[in-house]
C-alpha cells in the first residue's frame, strides 16, 4: 500500500477514536448496572461480581498495559492494533448471548486485554507518525476527546438500557468501523521518521528488546507524578453525584447534570493545554497542581451546590491540562524503539490511579469524618504535591522541554 510521506487529519482521527474504547467499557454500562444487578440477584456474591463487570477492564489496563507495550516493539504497532480491535468486538458483545455471570465476567477480562493492547499501541503510534507541536496536538485531543465520549456513551447507554440490560453491549461492535479507519488510513510505523513502507513489511528497528536509552529516572519521575495525578483526576468523575447528595440533590438526573456541567473543565483544560503546552513543563505542572488544590478547597468548604460545582469545574480545569501534560511530557523522552513499553507503563501507571481513587478517598473520608472533609484533605494532598514540584523543578524543568522541541530531530 503507498501512502503519503506525511501523515494527515485522518491518520491522526483513526488513531484518536480508540481512546473511547476505555471509557465505553464502564460509562456505557453504568446505566444498566442495576438491572444487571436485579438479573443476576440469585447467584451467590452478586452485589460484589456484578460490579466487576464494569471494573475488571480498567484492571486489566493497569496490570497488562507494559506487556502490550513490550508487544508492539517487538511485533510492530499496526498488525496488534487491528487484531486488538477485533478481538475487542468479539468479546464487547458476546454478554449479549451469554447468560452465566462467570462467562460474562471472563468476557470482560477480554475486553481489559484488548483495551490495554488499544489504549497503548494507539497512544505509540501517534508518538510514532507525529512530532513536536502537531504530536502535542494529537495527544492532547485524546484527553478532551475521552472525556467527551463519557457524556455521549453515559447518555446511549441510558436510552439503549432501556430496551434491557443487554442490549448497550451492541455497541461494542463499534470497534469494527475503527478496524477499517486504521486499516485504511495508517501502516506499520518502521523508525521515528515514520517513513511508510511497502506492503506493511518491517524494517529493522522492530523485534526491538533492547532496554538500551531508556530514560528510567525521568520516566519514574513522570510515572509517580502520573499515579498521583490520576486519584486526583478521578475524584471528581466518581466522587462529585454523591457530594452533591450531601449538599441535597437528591434528583440523579439532576446530579448527572451538574456533574456534567463540571467535567467541561476536563476539555476546556485540553484546549488551554493546546495554547500554552510548550511552556516549561514545571511551570504547567505547578499551575496544574494549584487548580486542583483550589477545586478541591472550594468543593470541602462548598454550603451549596453551586459552590460546589463551581469547585469541581476548577479542578477538571486543571485535570485537562495536566493528563496531556504528563502524557506528552512521556512521549519526548521514548525513542521509537521503547516508545511502545514507555507508554505502556505510563498507561498502567494511569490506571493504577483510577483504580486507587476511590480506595483513597474513602479512607480519607473515614479519617477526617466525611465526604465534604475528605475534599479538604485531598486539596493538602494537591498543595504538598505543588510544593514537591517547587523543590524539584530543577530536575523536570529543562531536559524534557529541550526533548519536546527536538523531537523531530532525534526522536
Known amino acids: 500500500m503507498n501512502h503519503d510521506d506525511q501523515p ?7 488513531l484518536l477514536l480508540p481512546i473511547t474504547l476505555s471509557t465505553m467499557a464502564i ?7 442495576p438491572r444487571m444487578i436485579q438479573e443476576f440477584s440469585g447467584v451467590s456474591g452478586h452485589d460484589y461480581w456484578v460490579p466487576m463487570i464494569l471494573t475488571i477492564p480498567a484492571l486489566c489496563i493497569a496490570l497488562l498495559s507494559p506487556l502490550a507495550g513490550v ?97 448497550p453491549f451492541w455497541v461494542y461492535l463499534s470497534a469494527l468501523a475503527m478496524l477499517v479507519l486504521v486499516q485504511l488510513f495508517t501502516w506499520e510505523p518502521t523508525g521515528d521518521a515514520a517513513a511508510p513502507t511497502q506492503g506493511d513489511e518491517p524494517r529493522a528497528g522492530q523485534h526491538s528488546t533492547s532496554w538500551a536509552g531508556f530514560p528510567w529516572s525521568r520516566m519514574a519521575v513522570i510515572l509517580g507524578i502520573t499515579i498521583y495525578g490520576a486519584i486526583f483526576f478521578y475524584t471528581v468523575q466518581i466522587q462529585a453525584p454523591v457530594g452533591l447528595a450531601v449538599l441535597g440533590v437528591a434528583d440523579p438526573a439532576r446530579a448527572g447534570f451538574l ?38 478547597l472550594l468543593m470541602g468548604r462548598a454550603h451549596q451546590p453551586s459552590g460546589f460545582v463551581l469547585g469541581c469545574f476548577v479542578n477538571q480545569l ?15 523522552l521514548l525513542t521509537f524503539e ?19 481513587s476511590p480506595v483513597v478517598v ?11 472533609n475528605a475534599f479538604a484533605v485531598l486539596s493538602g494532598g494537591a498543595a504538598l504535591g505543588l510544593v514537591a514540584l517547587l523543590l524539584c523543578a530543577g530536575r523536570i524543568k529543562r531536559a524534557p522541554d529541550a526533548a519536546l522541541v527536538k523531537v523531530s530531530l532525534h526522536g
Request: hydrophobic share 55%; no cysteine.
Open 8 to 14: 494527515g487529519a485522518m491518520t491522526g482521527i483513526a
Open 27 to 33: 460509562v456505557l454500562l453504568a446505566p444498566v448496572l
Open 71 to 167: 508487544l508492539g516493539d517487538y511485533f510492530g504497532r499496526r498488525r496488534l492494533l487491528l487484531a486488538a480491535f477485533a478481538f475487542y468486538a468479539l468479546v464487547g458483545v458476546a454478554p449479549v448471548f451469554l447468560h452465566d455471570l462467570s462467562t460474562i465476567l471472563i468476557s470482560r477480562v477480554g475486553v481489559g486485554i484488548a483495551e490495554a493492547m488499544i489504549m497503548v499501541l494507539s497512544t505509540t503510534m501517534i508518538g510514532d507518525y507525529f512530532h513536536g507541536a502537531a504530536r502535542d496536538k494529537w495527544l492532547a485531543a485524546q484527553t478532551a476527546f475521552a472525556s467527551m465520549s463519557a457524556l455521549l456513551f453515559f447518555n446511549i447507554g441510558g436510552q439503549l438500557g432501556s430496551f434491557g440490560w443487554r442490549t
Open 259 to 296: 456533574t456534567s456541567v463540571a467535567s467541561v473543565g476536563v476539555p476546556l483544560g485540553t484546549f488551554v493545554y493546546s495554547r500554552i503546552g510548550r511552556w516549561p513543563v514545571q511551570r504547567l505542572l505547578v499551575i496544574e497542581f494549584a487548580l486542583l488544590a483550589i477545586g478541591f
Open 318 to 332: 486543571g485535570a485537562g491540562l495536566l493528563l496531556p501534560t504528563l502524557l506528552v511530557w512521556a512521549m519526548s
Open 338 to 356: 521503547v516508545r511502545g513499553r514507555g507508554a505502556g507503563m505510563w498507561q498502567s501507571a494511569f490506571a493504577l490511579g483510577q483504580f486507587l
Open 362 to 372: 474513602t479512607f480519607a473520608a473515614s479519617l477526617a469524618g466525611g465526604l465534604q
